[in-house]
């Protein structure tokens, strides 16, 4: 159980839930398979493999999310709607009008759709309670919405917010770079992206590239930003930076997973051991960003 790539939701200082209160919220709304005309499916689904929803470690708490979508590609539907037409127009002998095109399409669907072959993922979302963080394992702002939109329909009074700091991303990654000196504990990478802020938003990308000399400096200098940038944290976790605060790519070094392999006797303790691992070292991991980028800004 290792996040790869995370969005960050700030929690009210003063907002509690217990791991089996939570649990009971999510046992109202479990993942049903798709049925009739349902195109897709979400609910809650254990977060490893047996019949409870939440993993509780110290003041963490892990769950996730279900989601089941039906696979019937554009391709297939125009395929057989295609099909009917050309019967119909062979029939009727004139060609089928724009408002029947689209209730044939509608009708082709509605008679595929319980054939169509059904896919599951898994959206994980980690509660930190002793730093009231919500943390959704996401590579889309769409599939962490997705995650966010239910778990506000399941709990009541659940308020999140984007984590916000008082330094920008952009500014900070691009003082960091032109500076080249990288916040306490940190080193910078190689892995860079730079961006103009005129309209024609030209781009520069730098992947397993040096990120110091005059070639960098130049073109801060004619005004771009750094948007994304490669760090590490302590030699123990490696990470992408983008501009909108999303973390991408997040590798824990193999110093810290054999931590657990070593100690682990089955897969259950592996688990254990995994959580109590990645969530300790990512808690402190984010409170030291988030001080590199001058605190958090409360509103």
């Not at 771009?224 to 760090?231: A, E, F, I, N, P």
């Not at 259950?268 to 984010?286: H, P, Q, S, V």
Request: hydrophobic share 45%.
């Amino acid at each position: 159980m290792w996040f790869k790539n995370i969005f960050i939701y700030r929690l009210p200082a003063d907002f509690k839930i217990t791991a089996a209160t939570l649990q009971e919220k999510l046992a109202t709304k479990p993942l049903m398979p798709c049925s009739g005309l349902d195109k897709q499916s979400l609910g809650w689904v254990s977060c490893r493999g047996d019949d409870r929803l939440v993993h509780a470690a110290n003041k963490h708490i892990l769950f996730a999310l279900g989601v089941e979508q039906k696979l019937l590609p554009a391709s297939i539907i125009n395929r057989f709607a295609k099909e009917r037409i050309a019967d119909i127009e062979a029939q009727q002998g004139y060609k089928v009008g724009r408002k029947a095109l689209k209730d044939i399409k509608q009708a082709v669907t509605d008679e595929l759709l319980p054939r169509a072959f059904a896919l599951q993922r898994t959206t994980y979302a980690w509660l930190d309670l002793g730093n009231s963080r919500l943390i959704i394992e996401a590579a889309s702002i769409a599939k962490a919405e997705e995650l966010l939109e239910l778990l506000g329909k399941t709990v009541d009074n659940f308020p999140v917010q984007l984590l916000q700091t008082k330094l920008s991303p952009v500014a900070a990654m691009t003082d960091w770079l032109a500076a080249e000196n990288a916040p306490a504990g940190f080193t910078i990478d190689r892995e860079l992206e730079l961006r103009s802020s005129d309209e024609n938003k030209a781009t520069v990308r730098y992947a397993n590239h040096a990120l110091e000399g005059k070639e960098i400096l130049a073109h801060i200098a004619a005004g771009k930003r750094v948007t994304r940038l490669g760090m590490t944290w302590n030699d123990r976790i490696s990470f992408v930076l983008n501009e909108h605060l999303q973390i991408k790519r997040i590798d824990f070094l193999e110093i810290i997973k054999e931590e657990s392999s070593k100690v682990a006797d089955n897969e259950d303790e592996m688990f254990e051991l995994d959580f109590t691992l990645m969530t300790g070292e990512l808690a402190k991991m984010l409170a030291a960003l988030t001080e590199a980028l001058g605190g958090e800004d409360i509103k």
